[in-house]
């Protein structure tokens, strides 16, 4: 699991707030993922990036904004949440997207709670 | 489109038992197809993976998963089951052309009873 770290691994804030979610992978990939996971809900996909470009953005409110500096490091800014955004925000990271056959790897996920 | 399926929320069986937790999948090209398990509050971990070849894959801690292309299954086994095997399940599954991420079923939690 050392792999793919995310700090914090626990985020209480206020709807008014601003913080930032970060992901780092020390597994030389070149995709990054952010996924929301929440309690009965299915594991949703919210941003992906190949190469540091973002590839994919599933209908993500605004309030969420990803950042992918390089190929090692993806953040998730937040502001202005609201309490139905509580879960746990999972980062992950797979070879390039092209290389179908690899698998993906998770971090611990950060637990978010919106008060 | 791609999708997975796992038609059960939750799987209950008794230590030393078998255990087989169900997917089926729908891609429009060849399968690449995964299993991952998540314990309380970690992240997901790799188990195994079908890409090509025999249709039984073993994976990590005694998994395994048979390949059925005419049932567009992938079921996870295990020949006797553990109480830490208590975790959730997840299969995902992506195609072999594109640059589509996986697509994850919603997860089975299994439950093994001492």
């Known amino acids: 699991e050392t792999g793919v770290t995310q700090t914090p691994r626990h985020l209480v804030m206020g709807m008014t707030n601003k913080k930032s979610l970060k992901c780092e992978q020390h597994l030389g990939h070149n995709a990054m993922y952010w996924y929301k996971q929440s309690a009965k809900k299915p594991l949703e996909l919210m941003f992906v990036y190949n190469f540091k470009e973002q590839t994919e953005n599933n209908s993500v409110p605004s309030r969420f904004s990803p950042e992918c500096p390089n190929s090692s490091h993806l953040f998730l800014h937040l502001h202005t949440l609201q309490p139905e955004d509580s879960a746990l925000y999972l980062c992950?990271?797979?070879?390039?997207?092209?290389?179908?056959?690899?698998?993906?790897?998770f971090g611990p996920g950060t637990r978010l709670t919106v008060t | 489109a791609q999708s997975v399926a796992q038609p059960e929320d939750q799987v209950n069986v008794a230590e030393g038992n078998p255990l087989t937790v169900k997917c089926t999948y729908s891609?429009?090209?060849?399968?690449?197809l995964f299993w991952y398990v998540q314990y309380p509050n970690r992240g997901l971990q790799f188990l195994l993976k079908?890409?090509?070849?025999?249709?039984l894959v073993k994976g990590s801690y005694g998994f395994e998963a048979e390949f059925n292309k005419s049932q567009t299954s992938f079921h996870l086994k295990k020949p006797s089951a553990l109480v830490s095997d208590s975790a959730l399940y997840f299969c995902?599954?992506?195609?072999?052309?594109?640059?589509?991420?996986?697509?994850f079923g919603k997860g089975t939690r299994l439950s093994v009873i001492a």
């Open positions: 891609v429009s090209g060849n399968p690449y």
């Open positions: 992950a990271s797979s070879q390039e997207l092209g290389v179908r056959s690899y698998e993906q790897y």
């Open positions: 995902a599954v992506r195609d072999d052309s594109g640059n589509t991420p996986l697509v």
């Open positions: 079908y890409i090509t070849g025999d249709n």
